[in-house]
């Protein structure tokens, strides 16, 4: 349909394909989340319901658009390492992120708990990784660089845990 047949105006007779760029040289701005520095300690507390770690992740957006607001998900995770393949059910803890503009950075510290199902597990080394948006809350420029390059190994003495 033209744009007279639109309007019925003769004036506005330019199709759109004259105005308009071609489709695959429209190119929107996505925010682009990555893992820019990463820490894991041990708590000192090694109980059911206590933190064991506590990490802190700090986040940045890379990306030509804000990222929005999900302060309802855990868009920035500490996984431990045997888990990081699983959809759910692992071993760490994610927290919600406030929205940031491009070059913008925010840290945020995420608590990981005592393995309350699993007790054995508690005591001895633990590698942890952290990564941003993994469940793909929302569309990025890229998730190729959503995981932080390194891992934070915490070690909990066994006598600890109770």
Wanted: hydrophobic letters at 35%; charged letters at 15%; aromatic letters at 6%.
């Amino acid at each position: 349909m033209t744009d007279v047949a639109l309007t019925g105006n003769p004036r506005f007779a330019a199709s759109s394909a004259e105005t308009q760029p071609p489709r695959d040289q429209v190119r929107l701005a996505l925010p682009d989340l990555t893992v820019t520095a990463f820490s894991a300690v041990y708590s000192g507390v090694c109980r059911a319901g206590q933190a064991l770690v506590t990490a802190q992740v700090t986040v940045r957006n890379v990306g030509g658009a804000p990222s929005p607001a999900r302060p309802d998900v855990g868009v920035v995770q500490v996984v431990d390492t045997r888990d990081e393949g699983q959809p759910s059910g692992y071993r760490g803890n994610g927290v919600g992120l406030g929205a940031l503009a491009p070059g913008q950075s925010a840290t945020v510290t995420i608590p990981v708990y005592f393995p309350s199902t699993q007790p054995a597990d508690a005591p001895g080394a633990h590698t942890y990784a952290a990564r941003v948006n993994f469940g793909a809350y929302f569309p990025e420029a890229s998730t190729a660089n959503n995981r932080f390059g390194g891992v934070q190994t915490v070690t909990v003495p066994a006598g600890d845990c109770r």
